[in-house]
């Protein structure tokens, strides 16, 4: 099609008749359950409230949008496509080149940045909701991503070496008192031996089969976490677990303590800052583990089973040891997570290791783009920042009046974003993977010619 | 003896409201090969659409004429389950159909995220009771002192179950859509050359799948009575299971496998524990996917290279 062609002019009752269609559309779906509200009365009666000017409202801003997106949207769209595909620009190749260095940089100087700009008080929250708490799903990522993204094995479990790592490190630290650096390896093994226990009998197993039978393995071993109670206290969890100390410094009041010794006001933020970097540590070891496995044998044996489990089979790849380490990998790294998970909170249940907290990690790598660490590192902060930023935003109450929370909507934002982000890059965010072999120069190849594995 | 009895007659009940649920998971597996993480949800989601439609004519007509106001309840969360669903396939699954494989599998999770979270914010999260909608039982007969009944309820579900699954099976076997359905099963792209519509036959076996999982939900809130917006996923595990059980894609397969499902959990939660029911149905789908992929009807898949 010649490039200089004028766009169809927009037509207008179509365009009204799509938007008519839509606002109807719209009206019949949320009827039922935007337009009605199931309360309960003071005699603890269910009975029913009326929203119609929500209802009318949620319909006539669905109805606007489908218009614009015929009056604007849609124009522009045929537009960008008539014209030819602009070159990317020099200065994309240069920002790649230095996105790397400038993010670590970054995430090493987060927390005196956030001192220097929130001030002492409130520079607890954001180095622990923001900093910790997005750093504990880039490493879950990570370690997943070595099962998922590497091996192309679907797991939908991997929760459960989280909540084998958390309670290794809460039963073995409060029974008999080891301590945290001692724990860390232990929990780790732990896990990769229970990784190895579940690979085993679902070696056959592929694809989808493989993420809803290793999502059963995930939502039993929670079920005996919950019920063994002599053990795990069931649902009231573990409380008190021992925090991890500084070289044997512990972070507390006392005059043993952090502060007392480094000759500091006591403060919580000491013992922040250190799981910060203790994390940010244990997130770097799992990213350079992964890279330096993909140049050996058996990281190379991973991504050759993704691309073709027969092929490999007939080159004499044993299969079965691939996928073992592979699951035995991932599961370790989600193991130290939970270890350290269970040391930040000093608490756990059965209710921090469900099912949702698999989806999250599996939709982080797929939507950061399968193998991809910086994807899976951009994903997580998008994905969990993004719903934690939710909690900050108090001047919606502004707008909404005081009762509108906006906390409520995180995982409701999270549930649409996972599926808009799948429709507008199905491949994720990354779409191109640096090959671990070359042959004479080093470029990267889009994601479209890397399989994603048949599990 | 009695006892094995009542649970039979309660696991039958139980894995009908399952088998329904599960025919949806195999429709759509079988014609676009994509376990539909969602379909639980949207089980929950007629539960509710349920919920309210009762609410309303109770309301209206008040409770004398239970009889009309749960077929007009259950007319009402077909049809309104059935938009949601279509909805759903339209705009969540259909612009990924072809693609990445990963894809859809995570925009159906990102959906069944979606879906619990909106009731929880629209409805509260709050488990939401109604009193019981119809009473009765029938003693069928006593021994040792125990009865063994077989309530009013139990009895609407068999039945309409039942009927409906006549329907179904009527709609698959003897109708231009299920010609299309199946057609679109074995080769999409070789239907489409005849002049089958394949975008239609999708969205159609969506608009079945959620018809059917909407008599499951109005079923549920009638036997149980109550409802949250949780429900959705560990009914939506088992009723993966009995798909899987009764070989994914076989449509007997899949009611069979549900009330074989159903009979698993209400037998191991009677003789041996009823915390870990749902280790035992988890635990037969490990075991069926391990050892018996194909499952009960299904046929084996031979792997070309």
Known sequence: ????????????????????????????????????????????????????????????????????????????????????????????????????????????????????????????????????????????????????????????????????????????????????????????????????????????????????????????????????????????????????????????????????????????????????YLILALAFLTAFVTLRLRRLPVGRAWEALREDEIACRSLGINTTNTKLTAFAMGAMFAGFAGSFFAARQGFISPDSFTFLESATILSIVVLGGMGSQIGVAIAAVVMIGGTEIMRELDFLKLVFGSTFDPTQYRMLLFGLAMVLIMIWRPRGLITTRQPSVVLKERKAIASDLVKEGHG | MEVFLQQ????????????????????????????????????????????????????????????????VVLIVAMLFTSLVNWTIERLAYRPLRGSFRLAPLISAIGMSIFLSNFVQVTQGPRNKSIPPMVQGDFVLFTKNDYPVTLSVKQLIIWIVTAVLLVCFWYLVTRTRLGRAQRACEQDQKMAALVGVDVDRTISMTFVIAAALAAVAGTMYLMYYGVVSFADGFVPGVKAFTAAVLGGIGSLPGAVIGGILIGLIETMWSAYFSIDYKDVAAFSVLAITLIFLPQGLFGRPDVEKV
């Open chain 1, 1 to 276: 099609m010649a490039s200089g062609a004028p766009a169809k002019r927009v037509d207008a009752v179509r365009a009204l008749r799509d938007a008519g269609v839509t606002a109807l559309l719209t009206f019949g779906l949320f009827l039922p359950l935007i337009g009605f509200q199931t309360v309960t009365d003071v005699r603890n009666d269910l009975i029913l409230n009326t929203r119609w000017p929500l209802l009318f409202a949620v319909v006539a801003l669905v109805g606007f949008s489908r218009l614009a997106y015929s009056f604007a949207i849609e124009p522009w769209l045929q537009n960008r496509a008539l014209k030819p595909a602009v070159e990317p620009a020099a200065w994309r190749g240069k920002v790649a080149r230095w996105i790397i260095p400038f993010a670590i940089g970054f995430v090493v100087a987060y927390p005196a940045i956030v001192l220097a700009t929130a001030g002492f008080g409130r520079s607890v929250k954001w180095i622990d909701n923001f900093g910790i708490q997005v750093l504990i799903y880039v490493m879950l990522g990570w370690g997943l991503n070595i099962v998922v993204g590497l091996a192309g094995l679907l797991d939908l479990g991997y929760v459960a070496f989280y909540a084998v790592g958390a309670y290794s490190y809460a039963l073995l630290a409060k029974t008999f008192g080891f301590s945290f650096w001692i724990l860390l390896p232990l929990a780790g093994t732990l896990a990769s031996f229970w990784g190895i226990l579940l690979g085993f009998p679902v070696l056959r197993l592929r694809g989808d089969y493989l993420a809803i039978v290793t999502l059963a393995f995930g939502e039993i071993i929670r079920i005996v976490l919950i019920n063994w109670v002599d053990l795990t206290n069931g649902y009231a969890g573990i409380t008190s677990i021992p925090r991890p100390t500084f070289f044997g410094i512990p972070f507390n009041a006392d005059d043993d303590g952090f502060a007392a010794v480094f000759g500091l006001e006591y403060s919580p933020i000491y013992r922040t800052i250190f799981l910060y």
């Open chain 2, 8 to 71: 039979l007659i309660n696991g039958i009940t139980l894995g009908s409201i399952y088998g329904l649920i599960a025919i949806g998971y195999t429709m759509v597996f079988g014609i676009i090969g994509m376990v539909n993480f969602a379909h639980g949800d949207v089980f929950m989601v007629s539960s509710f659409i349920a919920l309210v439609a009762f609410l309303l004519l109770v309301s209206l007509l008040g409770s004398s004429s239970i009889a009309l106001v749960l077929f």
